[in-house]
């Protein structure tokens, strides 16, 4: 089944809701401090029994009230997704499970819902600031129900930039960046970066090896003010594989675009 316009406006809705609603579990768990905290690939690398239950929570709603959507989770449902014919919910159940463990901050729950591989709804919940950042596609994004405005455009020399540390020792051309700009930060997160950058508290975001879970639910937020998002080769983005990303207002993108590939 197709979904109309109006259909995504119901989704949307119901799906801030239970984001919320997740968010209240995770924090009772975060009080709780009871959860089971693994590794999985490396120590880089932390799942918890929330991130988990989060996902296995968003399972069961999808299931059950939209029985022909499919969700593509961090946490294990993406093995069944192959292709993203039809609507299909983009999750990452906990962005920042690292921040969440040690510092019980800076972490989000994020949605990108796409169709036929194209965003329409996106959310970016920030659980412990309760700020619901989110998206509709061609009505643009709001954060707490209040619009953000579009993109601006500052000069390099202005700008603010997030990156993740481990890419600085992989690409020794942001070393040039890092002068160049203004100042840069890293958050760990990188939902709510692209969620910054849609805001203006940031100008770019850089990073790689990101999966889909973690740029979906910023991506749509970003188009919908004007910003813009590739890989690192200036390439569009993925939604079925890991890749390298570069999300910035137009201008920046353009001009951390020409350091990046001199
Ligand atoms: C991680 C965060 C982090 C990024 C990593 C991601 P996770 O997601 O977004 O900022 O640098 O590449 O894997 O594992 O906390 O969901
Ligand atoms: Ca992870
Ligand atoms: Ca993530
Ligand atoms: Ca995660």
């Known amino acids: 089944m197709k979904e109309s316009v109006l259909d995504f406006v119901k989704i949307k809705q119901t799906a801030e809701t239970w984001t919320r609603e997740a968010g209240e579990y995770i924090k009772d768990q975060m009080a709780s401090s009871s959860f089971a905290i693994s590794t999985k690939a490396n120590q880089h690398d932390l799942v918890t029994d929330v991130d988990k239950n989060v996902e296995a929570f968003f399972l069961d709603k999808i299931k059950k009230t939209y029985s022909d959507h499919r969700l593509m989770g961090e946490e294990g449902s993406f093995e069944e997704i192959k292709d993203l014919n039809g609507t299909v919910w983009i999750l990452d159940p906990i962005d920042g499970t690292i921040n969440f463990v040690h510092q019980s901050s800076h972490f989000a729950i994020s949605i990108g819902i796409y169709q036929d591989g194209h965003p329409v709804i996106g959310i970016v919940y920030d659980v412990m600031n309760n700020d ?70 940031l100008d770019a975001y850089i990073s790689f090896n990101l999966a889909p879970w973690d740029i979906a639910g910023g991506y749509a ?42």
């Open 132 to 201: 619901m950042y989110s998206s509709l596609k061609g009505e643009g994004a709001t954060l707490n129900e209040e619009k953000i405005p579009p993109i601006i455009n500052h000069p390099l020399n202005e700008s603010i930039l997030s990156f993740n540390s481990g890419w600085m020792l992989e690409d020794r051309r942001l070393e040039r960046l890092v002068k160049e700009v203004r100042g840069v930060r890293s958050y760990g997160v990188a939902a709510l970066e692209m969620a910054y950058v849609a805001v203006g508290k």
């Open 221 to 262: 937020l970003l188009v919908e003010v004007g910003g813009k998002a590739t890989n690192y080769e200036g390439k569009p983005l993925d939604f079925l594989k890991k890749d390298t990303l570069l999300a910035a207002s137009p201008s920046i993108h353009k001009d951390i675009f020409h350091i990046i590939t001199k």
